[in-house]
C-alpha cells in the first residue's frame, strides 16, 4: 500500500464499532440535511470543519476561509474525508448542489462517516457570496507558468505525492512530502511542520493532476502558509509538457 494510503482512516472507531456489532449496520442512507447560512456560521463558531466537494478550480476562484477541498469525483473521495478529518469532527459540506451532497453522504456511509455530517450550505458558496461573507482563494499555476517562474524567481515547489509516484519521477527543485502526512491524526506528530520550506515563502504544490494538491493546500493554509498556489494538471501534464523529471536515482525520466 502507497503511503498516502493509511490503513487506518480517521473514523477507525465508528467502522469497528460497525463490524462488532454497537453501531447499527443499516442500508438507509440519511437524506443530506440542508443549512442555511446562520446555521453553518453558528456550526462553525463550533469548530465544524467544512468541506467543500467542488473542482480545484471552483475552490481556487472562491471558498468560505478553512474550508478543505475535498472534490466528489474522486474515486477516493470517502477515504480522503476520513483521512483528514478527526473522529469526533462534525463535518458541513459545501457542494454544487444538494444532488451532491447527497452523493456524497452515499459514497461516507461506505466508511461509517454519514452519521458525522449536520449537513450542507443551502445555495452553496452563492449563498456564501450574496450575504457579502469572506472568500478565500488559491491561484491555479499552469505547469508552463511554471516551469518559467522556478527558472527566473526560485519559486519553491512542493510534491504531495506518494513516495512511489515521486520516485518513479519528479522535478528537479521540488520537495517531497506525502499530502496525507501532513495530518496529525495519521502521522503523529504531523510532519508540517518539519517542511524545510518558511510558511512565508511562495509555494507551488502539485500530485498527479491536481486533486490531492488542492487539498494539501487547504490544509497548509490551516497551518498558516500564506502564498500557495495549485499546480493545474499536476505531473501528467507536466510530464505532457515535455519538461524534464528526475527518478530516484538522479536519472532524467518518464513517468511510469
Wanted: with cysteine; hydrophobic share 40%.
Amino acid at each position: 500500500m502507497q503511503d498516502d494510503q493509511p490503513l487506518k482512516p480517521a473514523n477507525i472507531l465508528n467502522i469497528v464499532a460497525t463490524n462488532q456489532g454497537i453501531r447499527p449496520l443499516t442500508k438507509h442512507i440519511p437524506k443530506a440535511p440542508s443549512l442555511t447560512l446562520n446555521q453553518v456560521t453558528d456550526l462553525l463558531n463550533q469548530n465544524h470543519i467544512i468541506i467543500d466537494t467542488r473542482s480545484s478550480a471552483e475552490f481556487g476562484a472562491g471558498h468560505i476561509p478553512g474550508a478543505i477541498n475535498v472534490q466528489l469525483s474522486s474515486s477516493e473521495f470517502e477515504q480522503r474525508v476520513g483521512w483528514i478529518t478527526p473522529d469526533d469532527a462534525q463535518i458541513i459540506l459545501v457542494t454544487n448542489s444538494s444532488a451532491d451532497a447527497q452523493n456524497a453522504i452515499y459514497k461516507m456511509a461506505f466508511i461509517a462517516l454519514e452519521t458525522r455530517v449536520a449537513g450542507f450550505l443551502d445555495g452553496g458558496i452563492t449563498a456564501w457570496m450574496k450575504a457579502g461573507k469572506s472568500l478565500a482563494t488559491v491561484p491555479q499555476i499552469d505547469v508552463h507558468t511554471l516551469q518559467h517562474k522556478l527558472s527566473v524567481n526560485g519559486l519553491q515547489i512542493l510534491d504531495v505525492r506518494s513516495s512511489d509516484e515521486w520516485d518513479d519521477g519528479h522535478i528537479e527543485q521540488a520537495h517531497h512530502m506525502t499530502f496525507t502526512h501532513m495530518v496529525p491524526q495519521l502521522t503523529f506528530p504531523a510532519q508540517l511542520p518539519n517542511l524545510a520550506i518558511p510558511k512565508d515563502k511562495h509555494i507551488a504544490v502539485t500530485c498527479a493532476t491536481g486533486k490531492r494538491s488542492s487539498t494539501a493546500i487547504s490544509i497548509m493554509h490551516r497551518e498558516g502558509f500564506k502564498h500557495l498556489y495549485n499546480v493545474t494538471g499536476g505531473m501528467e501534464a507536466w510530464e505532457s509538457a515535455g519538461f524534464p523529471m528526475l527518478d530516484s536515482e538522479g536519472n532524467v525520466c518518464k513517468i511510469g
